[in-house]
């Protein structure tokens, strides 16, 4: 069944070893930040250092997986219909919106979202990682200079992922202007036991 993030909020489950993950783009133009931690562990969680370590690229896509602190497998890459991803910036928060937008009245954010749906699991917030940026449009030059542009993803665009191990998913659908081209948008997702494309 697809279940809907609103705009600028989130939500947490627990994916079993080998079920799948959809996280789907409905509208287009929205980026999705995602958070991994081991169900059985939480002190392992997605790594963007192991990850681009073992995977030799910054762009994150089909056939790549994303790793532990603990050098593990945490997903595989199944399908990816947009092939941007960023696995380099943190989830927006208020210092953020203020630094970015002079923002100063609160605002929904990622980290705000990921660690009121990670309380359950006792996640505190400092124990959240850089997260892996689905959709999201990060670019580099050669002089190191990076620009956030709008999302390529179109309506429809997913990115299916494979659990390697037992986890605790945190999504959310990004309140950060500049990461969603000045709009905010649904993100939708499915968890499935099998996958045919």
């Not at 690229?57 to 399908?79: C, H, P």
């Not at 100063?104 to 954010?109: G, I, V």
């Not at 940026?133 to 990076?146: E, R």
Request: glycine share 6%; charged share 25%.
């Amino acid at each position: 069944m697809i279940e809907t993030i609103p705009k600028r909020s989130g939500t947490s489950f627990i994916l079993k070893k080998g079920q799948f993950l959809k996280v789907i783009n409905p509208e287009g133009g929205q980026v999705s930040d995602m958070i991994l931690i081991n169900k059985d562990d939480i002190r392992e969680k997605i790594s963007s250092g192991k990850t681009l370590d073992y995977e030799e690229t910054l762009l994150i896509t089909t056939n790549n997986y994303l790793w532990s602190n603990r050098s593990n497998k945490m997903m595989k890459i199944i399908e990816d219909t947009n092939g941007r991803n960023d696995f380099l910036l943190a989830p927006c928060d208020q210092k953020t919106f203020n630094h970015f937008y002079n923002i100063k009245s609160p605002q929904p954010s990622c980290l705000s979202n990921l660690y009121k749906h990670l309380q359950d699991y006792e996640i505190p917030i400092d124990a959240i990682p850089t997260v892996f940026n689905i959709f999201m449009n990060v670019t580099f030059a050669s002089d190191g200079t990076l620009k956030v542009l709008p999302p390529t993803a179109k309506s429809g665009d997913y990115v299916l992922f494979k659990a390697k191990m037992n986890l605790i998913v945190a999504l959310t659908a990004c309140g950060a202007k500049a990461s969603n081209g000045g709009e905010f948008k649904s993100i939708q997702y499915e968890v499935l036991e099998d996958y045919e494309s």
